[in-house]
T-cell receptor, first 112, second 115 residues
Framework: NAGVTQTPKFRILKIGQSMTLQCAQDMNHNYMYWYRQDPGMGLKLIYY???????DKGEVPNGYNVSRSTTEDFPLRLELAAPSQTSVYFCASRTANNSPLHFGNGTRLTVT | AQTVTQSQPEMSVQEAETVTLSCTYD???????LFWYKQPPSRQMILVIR??????QNATENRFSVNFQKAAKSFSLKISDSQLGDTAMYFCAWVSGAGSYQLTFGKGTKLSVIP
């Protein structure tokens, strides 16, 4: 039972490069989320999705894009990476509004 | 917007002692859910305990229990018989029971268990 799988675990990008953070869940959860966690800080919501084909902005969406073509996958796209996007990124999912989040193990991204 | 406040950025406790982490939240809703998550140095986010606002009984999971005071909008976490493995960041989170899909997290409390 894999749960929520994120790849890669670590990545270093140069300023202006682009990349996609992958997230997949095998629990048939409708809701999926992308958070970022800056050093010593809590979690800030970037984007979320309530089902395939439906996405919405969170608290800090600028510089990111998402898509949700299937229930299982929720990739996060960074265009024109900036140093301010250096962070740890967490993908999470849950089945319903009263259920807890299941988190992936995170991706540590450094932009230099 | 809903807010979740964890007023203790850092705490420490002796091994085998009891510690309480505080969390307050601001909402006008009556139906919602509260969670405590643990983030050890491995950075994995682990669910510790959950509480439904409509339940008056405080949730308990082994050495972890909560003191849920709905009128005061307070949701503290008590860790009994603290163990070295409890050293971690602890995050409190709130989510509406209807309409909103977004969880709101506090900024976290860094707990150190001292041998």
């Amino acid at each position: 039972n894999a749960g929520v799988t994120q790849t890669p675990k670590f990545r270093i990008l140069k300023i202006g490069q682009s990349m996609t953070l992958q997230c997949a869940q095998d629990m048939n959860h409708n809701y999926m989320y992308w958070y970022r966690q800056d050093p010593g800080m809590g979690l800030k919501l970037i984007y979320y999705s309530v089902g395939a084909g439906i996405t919405d902005k969170g608290e800090v969406p600028n510089g990111y894009n998402v898509s949700r073509s299937t229930t299982e996958d929720f990739p996060l796209r960074l265009e024109l990476a900036a140093p301010s996007q250096t962070s740890v990124y967490f993908c999470a999912s849950r089945t319903a509004n009263n259920s807890p989040l299941h988190f992936g193990n995170g991706t540590r991204l450094t932009v230099t | 917007a809903q807010t979740v406040t964890q007023s203790q950025p850092e705490m420490s406790v002796q091994e085998a002692e009891t510690v309480t982490l505080s969390c307050t939240y601001d909402t006008s809703e009556n139906n919602y859910y509260l969670f405590w998550y643990k983030q050890p140095p491995s950075r994995q986010m682990i669910l510790v305990i959950r509480q439904e606002a409509y339940k008056q009984q405080n949730a308990t999971e082994n050495r972890f229990s909560v003191n849920f005071q709905k009128a005061a909008k307070s949701f503290s976490l008590k860790i009994s018989d603290s163990q070295l493995g409890d050293t971690a960041m602890y995050f409190c989170a709130w989510v509406s029971g209807a309409g909103s899909y977004q969880l709101t997290f506090g900024k976290g409390t860094k707990l150190s268990v001292i041998p």
